[in-house]
């Protein structure tokens, strides 16, 4: 498959220099682009070719790390001869041993999913929780054996290109616009995310969001389904009822746990275990094993991470949360009122119905990055009062002297953090630091 290919590394970051090292055990010729780094001056023990524009002619195929814009005119030129540009999570799929593999996606909500999954997982067999979290896939590819779990956290980035990705089982925790300044129509966003369910069979899984059935339906899934609600349906799947998640699988109906016991906050929290359950219950793990992973889980880091409380205001990092809907849930999750900090780098998203959803319950909203001016229109058009500080340390010094005993100061920016931060994992750790000076 590989042997004797001219193959194109496209980005050289974490996951450009991880296919490298993983490509290098193979007999094929190897060519590295990147446009932000001087590539003659790295100390990379691996050799490889830099890539010159003639060289395209001799390609055969284009590994494409995600941060690479999909319209780029190298790939638009690699298009139209037919070359073959696949992702990190296809490279890797091509030459996994297991066919034990879990793939979680969605606009938000993947990551708590994924790291749920992955720890009930972890009790039974020896499981690798790799994507946009944990490890990078292409380090586990030769490691993992035949009897071992796979679970990804997968981004549109990375499924949009690929091939014949097949997870056995697929998780769409649901899908809303993002990234519309990547995909460009919210349309090529919804295709990149249910591609994670295009080459499944009658023998895979589809795991979604009864909210997005409809939407489901139109891609003529060939998995077999199941839902996961707030309510009681008459679906395969788990649902909510008085208080208590229920498994189904149609025939028989199962209680899994009562909600009182789970320690993450929020309605979101709670479809996200509930996907969980279902992929699980399909494995067949013991239920005693489910329940006990999801009440000793307090959470993931950067996710509505409680940090610390002062003068009986409590401070929350959700630095990942980086849409407007992910922040609407934020905020909906917290209990008093809401001092919010949010802005950063422009997706092209509209911030108009996360304000006006969560109108009741801002207290204020503290704006800052390249978003502020756009978010405070939001606020201006539906009676929000609002600040703008010129950073996040600012933001932080605001909100001390605006909240009072009772509140919640919430970091959940609603954008990517691009604009003033290397990643959003960057920004929530400053946020921590910046909080736990705080007198």
Known sequence: MLENK???????????????????????????????????KLNVEEDFII???????????????????????????????????????ELSYRNLKTKNVLAVTGTNGKTTTTTILGDILRRVAKTYVVGNIGRGILEITREAKSEDYVVIEASSFQLENTVDFKPHIAVLTYVTSDHLDWHKTKQNYVDAKFKIFKNQDENDFAILNYEDKELAEKYNLKAEK??????????????????????????????????KDIKIPGDHNIRNIMAAVIACKLLKIDLDVIKKSIVSFTGVEHRIEFVREVDGVKYYNDSKGTNPDSTEVAVAAMDGDVVLIAGGYDK???????????????????????TAEKISNSCKNHGVEFYITEDLKKAVELAKKLAIKGDDVLLSPACASWDMYKSFEVRGQHFKDLVKELM
């Open 6 to 40: 001219n193959i194109l590394i496209m980005g050289f970051g974490v996951t450009g220099k991880t296919a490298l090292k993983f490509l290098k055990e193979f007999p094929c010729k190897i060519y590295v682009y990147d446009s932000n780094q001087d590539l003659q």
């Open 51 to 89: 890539f010159k524009d003639e060289d395209l002619d001799n390609i055969d195929l284009i590994v494409k790390s995600p941060g690479i814009y999909p319209f780029h005119e190298l790939l638009d030129k690699a298009r139209e001869k037919n070359i073959e540009i696949i992702s990190d999570i």
């Open 226 to 259: 199941y839902y996961f609600s707030m309510e009681k349906t008459s679906e395969k799947g788990a649902y909510l009822d008085q208080g208590k998640i229920y498994f189904t699988d149609g025939d028989k109906t199962e209680e899994i746990l009562d909600v």
């Open 348 to 370: 092209g998203a509209d911030f108009d119905n996360l304000i006006e959803k969560s109108k009741d319950k801002l207290k204020t909203a503290i704006l800052f990055g390249q």
